[in-house]
């Protein structure tokens, strides 16, 4: 099976702009999560999405939003942009979403200036 | 919510040495706890989870221990090889998908 992508692998903003990701899971697993990692910070979980339904919420900003669509694929959206948001942006798919092994993409490397 | 502390930040043995990295929760609550290695600009990869009804779980070369009591995980890494060498990161988990990570462990290991 091919394995969880996300584009676009690099992006650059400006302050103020929003940017939209997007990660397709591998086939069959109906859970996406978020994280943001940021060197220092590790990776913190910014939330997960399954069968089309945010199921856990981190502590982020509303800024910070997101949704699935019925094939599993997932978007996640910055809206006004800040400096810190830079970032590396990872998502992750498992099966039913519910403690089992993760899956993790590689990435979208996100800079603001 | 749950908080995650991992220590040491930064770790260098001696390859065929043992390696130790050491996490501590705050939520009792907490049940899962996965261990990623992820490699220079690469994606994190489970290599080992333990869940709160076992104490210990091993695979080869890696091992996990799980105190309850002291809320405190750790993973065993033994005769060590340059190929360990990555950020390991430990995660908890009290339901569902939704985990918390702590801050990793860059892990070198000098030949």
């Known amino acids: 099976k091919a394995g969880v992508t996300q584009t676009p692998r690099y992006l650059i903003k400006t302050r103020g702009q929003q940017v939209t990701l997007s990660c397709s899971p591998i086939?069959?697993?109906?859970?996406v999560s978020w994280y943001q990692q940021t060197p220092g910070q590790g990776l913190q979980f910014l939330f997960e999405?399954?069968?089309?339904?945010?199921?856990n919420k981190g502590n982020f900003p509303g800024r910070f939003s997101g949704r699935q669509f019925s094939n599993s694929r997932s978007e996640m959206n910055v809206s006004t942009l800040e400096l810190g948001d830079s970032a590396l942006y990872l998502c992750a798919s498992s099966l039913e979403g519910d403690q089992e092994t993760q899956y993790f993409g590689p990435g979208t490397r996100l800079l603001v200036l | 919510g749950e908080n995650v502390e991992q220590h040491p930040s930064t770790l260098s043995v001696q390859e065929g040495d043992s390696a130790v990295i050491k996490c501590t929760y705050s939520?009792?609550?907490?049940?899962?706890f996965p261990w990623y290695k992820q490699e220079l600009g690469k994606r994190p990869q489970l290599i080992i989870d333990i869940r709160s009804n076992v104490g210990e779980k091993k695979d080869q070369r890696i091992a996990v221990t799980l105190n309850k009591t002291a809320k405190h995980f750790s993973l065993h890494i033994t005769e060590t090889q340059p190929e360990d060498s990555a950020v390991y990161f430990c995660a908890a988990s009290i339901g569902g998908n939704q985990f918390y990570f702590g801050t990793g462990t860059s892990l070198t290991v000098i030949p």
């Open positions: 939520d009792s609550a907490s049940n899962y």
């Open positions: 999405y399954f069968s089309e339904t945010q199921r």
């Open positions: 086939s069959g697993h109906r859970s």
